[in-house]
């Protein structure tokens, strides 16, 4: 009770030369698109990516070195953290289904 098999047995791997131009028109085109990305970024974010990066390359082997920050300074990203997470598992104020966000996408 295969079908599928049946159904592979019965189909022919050869397609006529209009469809498999046209198909390789299209693996061409894929492949010009993928090997150049310059629509991606616009000329003005390229040089601003590139600046960037040379000078966080370059600017941390010129300045001098940086005191240490304050300690109360360093607990904030911590906070933000157990913020985030005291957040994340905190149950929803909604108790019915139909407002329910994730009720719409599931």
Known sequence: MDVGRNNRKNMSFRSSPEKSKQ??????SAQKRMMIPANYFSLESLFLLVGLT???LIL????PPLPPPPFMLLLVPIGI???LVVLAFM???HSNA???????FM
Not at 23 to 28: A, G, K, M, V
Not at 60 to 63: G, H, K, T
Not at 98 to 104: E, G, I
Request: proline share 8%; hydrophobic share 40%.
């Open 98 to 104: 139909n407002t329910d966000v994730t009720c719409n």
């Open 81 to 83: 953290m157990v913020l």
């Open 91 to 93: 149950p929803s104020s």
């Open 23 to 28: 198909e390789l028109r299209r693996s061409f």
């Open 60 to 63: 941390p082997l010129v300045l």
């Open 54 to 56: 040379a000078s966080l």
